[in-house]
């Protein structure tokens, strides 16, 4: 006998992961609420390959293409490559970071969503890496020489001290809950907006770069609001780990603000602001923001938009997993 009830029905793209309907940080996507147990390996397979990605690994359609006008040498070529390449590293260490989470995990939920979070950074830093490729900086076999030309000395002023900070509590402590804590404030709670301020600057100029962006940030709200329910969850039945973990947060915030992030940003905005000038024509009626044209925005505009997204970020998040001290 045949089977004739034929193949299951395919389940419906979770909102959050929906390409569609995903809300953006800028549009409340940082009140979204999730837990290990619902985002493990199943909702991963079932929302990200379609819902979030379409089918398409690389991050977009194979019709959106890079404008010519990208291609091309000149400051809007300089600081594309020069953000790519560093976004490009900064997920690769991300990625590292999170396999001793997967190792670490202190139950199946949270072993499987890190695993499927390894995946997603790891998928990110290919990509990105990829996008290097197609924009003329690099052949693969030359682009991880060109990510180190590129990235400079910002590898040592910024992912170093980053990474000195946050690896001993992840790699030697084993401190699940700790890393779980630093992740979701100076990995997550920074790369998501920067996401989404970046997919908004690219978006009439590189559409392929925006929609690399825009299919990471979805990725990253989704990881801000499962680490933000485990970190509840624990402060729930371990009240005194409290002062511990505002103290880990504090002293990492410290850090990053100390960081010379506004130095390398400026860098990247003064390229694009000289490269926007030059195609005025093209982006006359485009809007940044609500209201506000691109070609009315300053670099330091932008980069205080990103700032303050993650400031936001960092005060609903700490608030919501118990830590708000830590803003103090």
């Not at 009315?296 to 997204?309: A, H, L, Q, V, W």
């Amino acid at each position: 006998m045949t089977d004739s009830t034929g193949p299951a029905p395919r389940r419906a793209i979770a909102p959050e992961a929906d390409w569609d309907t995903a809300k953006a940080l800028f549009d409340g996507g940082d009140g979204l609420v999730l837990s290990a147990e619902q985002c493990g390996i199943e909702y991963w397979f079932d929302n990200v390959p379609q819902g979030t990605l379409r089918g398409n690994v690389l991050g977009h359609a194979p019709d959106v293409v890079t404008p010519q006008l990208v291609l091309d040498e000149g400051p809007l070529h300089e600081a594309l490559i020069r953000e790519v390449a560093f976004r490009t590293l900064a997920e690769e260490r991300a990625a590292a970071s999170l396999s001793y989470l997967v190792l670490d995990a202190p139950n199946l939920a949270c072993m499987e969503f890190y695993a499927t979070q390894l995946i997603d950074e790891t998928r990110h830093a290919m990509i990105f890496r990829r996008h290097l490729v197609g924009l003329g900086a690099a052949t693969p076999d030359t682009v991880q020489d060109v990510i180190d030309e590129l990235v400079g000395d910002d590898r040592q002023r910024i992912l170093t001290p980053l990474e000195n900070y946050v690896l001993p509590i992840i790699r030697d402590e084993h401190d699940f809950i700790g890393a779980v804590v630093l992740l979701t404030t100076l990995v997550e709670g920074v790369l998501a907006p920067s996401f989404e301020q970046s997919e908004r600057k690219w978006r009439p100029l590189d559409p392929v770069m925006a929609d690399i962006q825009k299919g990471a940030g979805i990725d990253e709200v989704r990881h801000l609001a499962v680490g933000s329910s485990l970190v509840r969850a624990h402060l729930e039945q371990h009240p005194k780990d409290t002062d511990r973990l505002v103290e880990i947060v504090r002293n990492g915030m410290h850090l990053f603000y100390e960081l010379p992030v506004i130095e390398q940003l400026s860098g990247w905005e003064a390229l694009y602001q000289e490269g926007i000038a030059q195609h005025a024509d093209l982006l006359a009626d485009y809007e940044i923001w609500p209201g506000h044209k691109l070609l009315d925005s300053t670099p330091e505009e932008r980069i205080g938009k990103t700032f303050e997204m993650t400031a936001r970020i960092h005060e609903s998040r700490l608030t919501d997993m118990g830590l708000a001290a830590a803003l103090t």
